[in-house]
């Protein structure tokens, strides 16, 4: 959670030098988190390591780089958040075996500093980030440490009304990452089927975030109405994995937790680009780097929450079913708080634009997603259709 947690101060350096000498540095400090933790004596060595020298880098790498992403493509822009996002399900899924093989190999002091030289290849995709400026962006570098971090972003109430949503989203979000495993586990399936669960529901997520990314970028429902739709669709997957073991049958409920473990994957591979796609049309395409720092740490919140209350339910009551119940409560609440968005109910009196204007040609196109007005805060044009 380090990196989340501490996503807004990447966002706050890369607004203030750029994103290229910013995701550069995190690179640099990545790889030497891997290389300091590879000599350890303690495990203090390892927090510091690991923990502060490493999560710091990736802090300093993930934000600034996605918030490039989104500046960069209009017509296309939910789609590329998803390709750049869907790298992250598929090392999720590929870096297991391959962490093992390295163990076996070369021992785990072996192993760390084999990641570090791998991590360390982040420098130079950070120089390959090209500044853009843009119509949106600030005249001037933001001043202040709450303006710096973007924390004035939570004055405007769209965003107000989003964070909250995004931090009981998160609560539930992230437990089946955590969980899944040994709920498979304690429902009596063999360590290889257990890991297949695992991996059905990751797979689900990577291919779904580019399905998605191409759905949103259509433009035929409105970003706000998707991210409420595909939020609740989480949610309902996460009782389903809880629900499971007490509706099948003895002998099927395996093949039943496979078929709701996809479905979870898919919802929630959905779910992920278009938390991010949504930012441009709620702050200005010149918040967005702000913006997605930001989500990273109303995640991180809502993350440190989920796992270990779902840990505690299982100690209390024997097995997993009453911790997905909970968790999937936690994520059709935000999806219901999301509802709350300009955008996400349909309405009679006025029509809002495509969410992403369509360039006549071209994708490396700098249009902002909305005006912004003289004080920073977004709005849009409406026409009246009643």
Not at 98 to 127: E, K, V, Y
Not at 251 to 260: C, D, F, P, Q
Not at 304 to 332: I, K, N, Q, W, Y
């Amino acid at each position: 959670m380090e990196t989340s947690l501490t996503g807004p101060v990447g966002s706050a350096l890369s607004t203030r030098w750029g994103a290229r000498p910013v995701v550069m540095v995190g690179g640099i400090l990545t790889s030497l988190g891997f290389v300091f933790s590879a000599f350890a004596g303690s495990l203090l060595h390892l927090y510091l390591g690991l923990g502060v020298l490493a999560g710091s880098g990736w802090a300093l790498v993930f934000a600034p780089a996605l918030g490039t992403v989104s500046r960069y493509f209009s017509r296309r822009r939910v789609f590329a958040v998803g390709l750049a996002l869907m790298g992250n399900g598929a090392s999720s899924l590929l870096l297991a075996p391959a962490l093992q093989l390295l163990l076996d190999t070369f021992g785990w002091r072996g192993a760390l500093l084999l990641l570090g030289a791998i991590t360390l290849h982040l420098t130079p995709c950070g120089a390959l980030l090209r500044p853009l400026e843009l119509p949106g962006d600030p005249p001037a570098p933001p001043r202040g440490p709450l303006a710096a971090l973007g924390l004035d972003l939570f004055a405007h109430r769209a965003f107000l009304v989003f964070a909250l949503g995004t931090v009981l989203i998160a609560g539930g979000y992230f437990v089946p990452y955590v969980h899944l495993a040994p709920h498979a586990l304690d429902r009596g399936l063999g360590g290889y089927r257990a890991a297949l669960v695992v991996a059905v529901a990751a797979v689900a997520d990577a291919s779904a975030r580019l399905v998605c990314g191409w759905l949103a970028d259509q433009g035929w429902v409105p970003l706000p109405r998707l991210l409420a739709v595909f939020g609740a669709l989480t949610g309902l997957g996460l009782l389903a994995v809880g629900l499971v073991p007490v509706v099948g049958s003895e002998e099927g409920w395996g093949g039943s937790l496979l078929a709701v473990a996809g479905a979870y994957g898919l919802s929630a591979g959905c779910f992920t680009p278009l938390v991010f796609g949504v930012l441009p049309g709620l702050v200005g395409i010149g918040g967005v780097v702000q913006a997605t720092g930001l989500v990273m740490m109303l995640m991180s919140l809502g993350g440190l929450l989920g796992p270990p209350l779902s840990g505690f339910l299982r100690d209390e009551t024997g097995d997993f079913t009453a911790s997905f119940l909970v968790c999937g409560s936690l994520v059709l609440s935000g999806s219901f708080i999301y509802m709350g968005l300009p955008g996400a109910v349909p309405s009679c009196s006025r029509a809002s634009p495509p969410a992403t204007p369509p360039p006549e040609r071209g994708e490396l196109l700098p249009i902002p997603q909305v005006a912004l007005l003289s004080s920073g805060a977004p709005h849009s044009t409406q026409e009246a259709t009643c």
